[in-house]
């Protein structure tokens, strides 16, 4: 496939909402569709550390980071709803399986209330949904996510939440519209968003031995928003970037986190 020209119009240009470098690589996100915070784990595999952040796609500012628990290396990002953060460690450093529930303000870091014998179920629209791990048969019930406080047993009417973040679709290079990409792809494919008067795109590259990722978000044929992602990697990588509500939100160098509103 042939590469075609795009303009680069100075005047239309989009620029980040926010872009903040952390320490420690993203190993995880999540995102508040209520509040609009973006809660983020962050392991450094050198310290044995965990770390949280929280960020507001609102503003772009900062709510706070390098919030720590008493564990250092087993714990990590649960989930994330209605402006508070949930947490959780591990049985064991072999053992995926979680244990624990610590629940945090997604907006100042306070510590709201903590579980240790319940565990994580998943998110309904009238609470969170937990399971002693003590007991068998598991048996589900709902709290508060506010106070942590069991207010039922679960139902089969507290359906999972539904969000609404979207995230590109994979296809083929010659499924995009007059085949219009800015580069040429390596492999053929590339992750595609059409969103407002934007497509978002991204791609890799191999040339003189260096596999690249880029993202481009095009205005017609205008280019109003390029980045590099990942350079020098070693495979393809995943999904780039996600979008919630108006924001484009995606991961830098895994250690750059980058929102851009459309």
């Given at each position: 496939m042939s590469i075609f020209a795009h303009n680069l119009t100075m005047d239309k240009l989009l620029a980040p909402l926010l872009a903040h470098c952390f320490t420690a690589p993203v190993w995880r996100m999540e995102i508040d569709e209520l509040s609009d915070a973006i809660v983020l784990e962050l392991r450094s595999e050198?310290?044995?550390?965990?770390?949280f952040a929280s960020l507001s796609l609102t503003t772009g500012q900062v709510n706070f980071k390098n919030y720590l628990t008493e564990e250092r290396w087993l714990v990590g990002l649960e989930a994330l709803y209605n402006g508070v953060a949930l947490l959780h460690y591990y049985k064991n450093e072999n053992s995926p399986e979680h244990k624990g529930?610590?629940?945090?303000?997604?907006?100042?870091?306070?510590?709201?209330?903590?579980?240790?014998s319940f565990a994580f179920d998943g998110l309904t629209p009238n609470g969170l949904a937990a399971y002693n791990t003590a007991l068998q048969p598991k048996k589900t019930v709902l709290l508060d996510i506010a106070t942590g406080a069991v207010l039922r047993n679960c139902t089969p009417a507290d359906k999972p939440?539904?969000?609404?973040?979207?995230?590109?679709?994979m296809i083929s290079a010659q499924q995009l519209p007059q085949h219009s990409l800015p580069l040429q792809p390596y492999g053929n494919m590339v992750h595609y968003l059409h969103h407002n008067k934007y497509i978002i795109v991204s791609l890799h590259t191999f040339e003189n031995g260096v596999l690249q990722q880029h993202m481009f978000i095009m205005d017609g044929a205008n280019i109003v928003y390029r980045d590099v992602l990942n350079s020098g990697i070693q495979k393809l990588q995943p999904e780039a970037f996600v979008l919630h509500k108006n924001v484009l939100v995606y991961i830098k160098n895994k250690t750059e986190l980058?929102?851009?509103?459309?």
């Open positions: 050198a310290e044995k550390q965990v770390s529930i610590i629940a945090i303000d997604a907006q100042t870091g306070t510590n709201l209330w903590a579980n240790y939440l539904t969000n609404n973040i979207v995230v590109p679709s980058k929102a851009v509103r459309l």
